[in-house]
């Protein structure tokens, strides 16, 4: 074979790109069970440390068979359903979030017991200044009462939007309230950034600079919530 011929160059770069293509291709479809599987542990870390549970990949699943306690899902109306084959562990919020109508998507909520004491996790999706964000959000049993938070992005600007991943923004939740004295939901309201919010049970100071991400904090908190309220309520009563 004449290796100087233009064919030979074609045939050789196509062969190539086809081994280098198959190599690539079976390299990702081999890694795919350990990505899964690297997510869902990563999930089982983000529930446990909005109840302020820390947790190694190597522990997350053993911590969180040990604190979580039940798994509910609940409808865009706050009634408990029970979907075939589907857990509140395998709802994918923000994809949820992204693609379905409120109407049409599953609200998870995870339980967690430690010592008799109960917390209540609520995963939440919005979208901040360049993309998604996302989070958990946990009451004390009260289920009035923030306990923890935790919230993520891939895109916010760093410096800015992007602390809502701190603890300097997710601490400011603890012991704010969405329920008035009056028994009434009032959702928590991330204000502008440097507002005095002190003394307020449902205002929170929001990041100075990154008032638009802020902003998608308390809109993807308020909106969740309110789908939460009726099986809170009916759950508050009961334990009563």
């Not at 870390?45 to 068979?65: G, R, Y």
């Not at 109508?101 to 919005?126: S, T, W």
């Not at 923030?146 to 891939?154: A, E, I, L, M």
């Amino acid at each position: 074979m004449d290796v100087n011929k233009n064919s030979y160059t074609f045939a050789f770069s196509a062969i190539l790109v086809i081994v280098v293509a198959s190599a690539l291709a079976f390299a990702a479809e081999s890694l795919k069970p350990m990505q899964k599987q690297n997510v869902k542990l990563e999930k089982m870390q983000n529930i446990l440390a909005s109840v302020k549970i820390e947790a190694t990949p190597e522990e997350a699943q053993e911590k969180f068979d040990k604190y979580i306690v039940k798994q509910i899902l609940l409808s865009q109306k706050g009634e408990v359903i029970a979907p075939e084959g589907m857990t509140a562990f395998d709802v994918d919020v923000v994809k949820e979030y992204k693609t379905l109508g409120a109407e049409n998507r599953n609200y998870p909520l995870f339980v967690f017991e430690d010592g008799g004491e109960k917390k209540y996790i609520v995963p939440l999706a919005g979208k901040g200044l360049w993309g998604p964000i996302w989070g958990y959000i946990a009451f004390n049993g009260d289920m009035n009462t923030v306990y923890g938070t935790t919230f993520d992005h891939k895109t916010e600007t760093p410096g800015l939007g992007a602390e809502i991943n701190q603890d300097d923004f997710q601490n400011k939740f603890i012991g704010k309230s969405i329920f008035a004295s009056s028994g009434d939901y009032e959702a928590i309201d991330v204000v502008k950034g440097g507002s005095d919010v002190s003394g307020n049970p449902h205002e929170v100071d929001g990041i100075s600079g990154g008032t638009i991400t802020s902003k998608g904090v308390g809109e993807m908190i308020q909106r969740t919530l309110a789908v939460y309220v009726p099986y809170f309520k009916g759950n508050q009563k009961a334990s009563l």
